[in-house]
């Protein structure tokens, strides 16, 4: 018997690392062992009422077939309008994709921009799936790292410095998951500028566009939209802002070029992403705003407990994350002659402490592990504990380094 034989493209890409923590987690709660999971960012409350009674509803009177496969109308519309309101962007629903997941909106933009060798500008550290996508589109990654010491702040000058005569796109991930750094207006303008002058897409995953703390404002990329509308594209999620993980939905917007290119890929990917979802988000859009304020307060109560207990701990350092809802300590100096890096030092940590959390080296620093905080108070106050007791056993073995 002859073996299959897959794709050199597949083999470029590795299993998603923060999926993966969450298998291993699921897998360990399924067999009666007390995960604390501070793995995946998934948001710990309920998807909103008003979304869970609309798609209910669109279900009950058989919302259930195919639609346009670049989304409902009326979401498209809403979306856009949103935009427009809260930022003057100049998108009409004709550039505006509903796609499934933020996930789903960034890859087909990726394919539809990145031919093999080309480069794509990325701040690090970054999501895990940022690189994944760009190499399986054939795309060269151009790491450009930014500085826990400086709370992992998004500035132009390094990415300005990155863009050369391969560069198709820069993606700019402010709140950035994994480190909650920012990128401020006036870089936000200057990397926007040098993209329209190149021709480069400036492609900007704002899925934590509401998690910010501390009062800062958002710099959005849909701002500067109008000025530059041949090269500002902007992805978002309902994930995260309305705790819909599951729903699977999230939007681009952006040159029609590209949306039209990325909804081309969906309709032969996906077709339409699930109508009666789409009915829920719509009316989460329209009606959950209480929702979304209540949670964003919840995370910064969150965060202000967090922080200061990791820092609290043996041997552990973490800024404050300006956005998102990951803390990003750099927990280094318990490495030893037994833990040489983050992927073991996650590991071990969850086998004998049983906390989950995502080794650094997925995001590109090796010195960090990902500690997600949307997950109940109580959870977090656990889970510091374990993780505190887990570094206090250590102690002798790092100094033994
Ligand atoms: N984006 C979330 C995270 O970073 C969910 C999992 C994923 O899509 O990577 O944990």
Known sequence: MQHMRLSSRVGRIAESATLKVSRRASEMKAQGIDVVDFGAGEPDFASPAVAVEAARRALAEGFTKYTPSSG??????????????????PWPAAQTLISVGGKGALFESILALVEEGDEVVLHTPAWVSFPEQ???????????????????????????AALGERTRAVILNSPCN??????????????????????????????????????????SAAALAAEFPETVAVVGSFSK??????????????????????ANIQGHATSNPTSFAMVGA???????EGDVAAMVAEYQERRDLLVPALNALPGVTCQPPRGAFYAFPDVSAAYGDDIDGSIAFAERLLEEAHVAVVAGEAFGS???????????RADLE???ERFGRFLERRRPVARRA
């Open 72 to 89: 409902i109308p009326t979401l498209r519309r809403a979306v856009a309008e949103r935009y427009a309101r809260h930022y003057g962007a």
């Open 241 to 262: 802002t309305y705790a819909m993980t599951g729903w699977r939905l999230g939007y681009l917007l952006g040159p029609k070029a590209l949306v039209d290119a990325a």
């Open 178 to 219: 994994p480190t909650g750094g920012v990128i401020g207006p006036e870089d936000l303008r200057a990397v926007v500028a040098a993209c329209a002058e190149r021709g480069i897409v400036l492609l900007s995953d704002e899925t934590y566009e509401r998690f910010l703390y501390d009062g800062a404002a958002f710099a």
């Open 134 to 160: 760009i190499r399986f589109a054939g795309g060269r990654v151009v790491e450009v790292p930014t500085d826990g010491a400086d709370g992992f702040a998004i500035h132009a000058g390094p990415i300005l």
């Open 382 to 384: 656990r889970g510091v």
């Open 366 to 376: 090796d010195r960090h592990v990902r500690i997600s905080f949307a997950c109940s």
């Open 282 to 288: 719509l009316a989460a859009l329209e009606g959950a």
